[in-house]
Each structure stands twice: as structure tokens, then as C-alpha cells.
């Protein structure tokens, strides 16, 4: 059994980058939040955004693409220059593929107005032990903030967040 466990890998490592496999053997559970129908700029169309403790998975009609938390260099929060609409910018290094195309950036649009109500899909003591009690069971507000505030303390990353006004940035950590 082992040996045939050994030659699996050895032909998937192959077949496929190493991000792709290590996520296949990572995954375990269930994601601790699903967020449905993300408008997302690059890579381009709508996608459900499932987020796990070790990588994100985004699954629109026709495309998958899963990123290991390793994978992230830093998160950017921009507004749009009619400031109805702010970009969350996520950016990842080695880029996600798409045949010949490389995105070294995913971005997210969300408009400035819209709520959300979001349920966990973990313990109230889970999230006690591994996140501090940062975010709660259910949490709800402004789209960008919720979810912004879920990824800075789920994949522990300092934000740049840019304000129009000053032209200048500042740094928020956890």
C-alpha cells in the first residue's frame, strides 16, 4: 500500500505544479467561510470564494483556481476614483495560471454600499484558539470591511490601504 502511495505522488508531482498537489493533501474540512458570487476584475467573471486555514479557493463557471497561503505577498485596499467602488487587491507570487496567461494580482470590486451577513463554519472555541477571537462566529457590515478583516487574520498579512484624499498610505496589522 505504501509503495503505490509513494509511486502516486511521484506521477502526480509530474503531472502537475507542486502548489496543486500540496493543496489536494492540505485540504481537510470544511472552509471556514464561503463567499458567493465575488465580483472579481482579474482573473476575469464571478467567483465563489471558499477560504480555508491554508489556501483560497476560487471557482467560477467554467475556471478553479486554488492558492496556498504561501503563496500571498500582500493585499491592497484601493478606491476607485468615483468613490462608489473599492478594489481589494491580493497580490501572489508564484502567479496563478491560465493557460499562457499569468495573474501575478487578484482583484476583487465591491461597491461602497453593500452589507453582508456572514456565518462561520467553525466554533465559537475554534476561533478563540487559532484567530484570538478577532472575527466572531457571525459577522456582518460593509462587504470590503468584512471581508478584508477576514483575510488580514486568517492569512496574517499586513494591509496597505490607500486613502484618496492624502495620497499617502498607511499600514494596518492585526
Excluded at 489536494?24 to 464571478?46: N, T, W, Y
Excluded at 483556481?65 to 500571498?72: A, L, R
Excluded at 456565518?119 to 476561533?127: A, H, I, W
Amino acid at each position: 500500500m505504501l509503495l503505490n502511495k509513494q509511486i502516486f505522488l511521484k506521477y502526480l508531482f509530474k503531472l502537475f505544479p507542486y502548489n496543486f498537489v500540496y493543496i489536494i493533501f492540505k485540504a481537510s474540512g470544511d472552509a471556514l467561510v464561503s463567499l458567493k458570487e465575488m465580483h472579481c476584475l482579474q482573473p476575469r467573471g464571478r467567483y465563489e470564494i471558499k477560504l480555508y486555514s491554508q489556501f483560497i479557493h476560487l471557482r467560477g463557471k467554467t475556471y478553479d483556481y486554488s492558492v496556498p497561503k504561501e503563496n500571498f505577498v500582500r493585499f491592497y485596499l484601493l478606491p476607485h476614483p468615483d468613490e462608489r467602488q473599492i478594489f481589494f487587491v491580493l497580490q501572489v507570487n508564484p502567479p496563478i495560471t491560465h493557460g499562457q496567461t499569468r495573474y501575478y494580482f487578484i482583484i476583487l470590486l465591491f461597491n461602497n454600499e453593500d452589507e453582508i451577513n456572514l456565518d462561520l463554519n467553525c466554533s465559537e472555541q475554534m476561533l478563540l484558539e487559532n484567530y484570538n477571537g478577532a472575527i466572531t462566529k457571525n459577522m456582518s457590515g460593509l462587504t470590503f470591511e468584512v471581508v478584508t478583516k477576514l483575510y488580514k487574520v486568517c492569512y496574517y498579512f499586513c494591509f496597505f490601504v490607500f486613502t484618496r484624499s492624502k495620497y499617502k498610505f498607511k499600514t494596518s496589522s492585526v
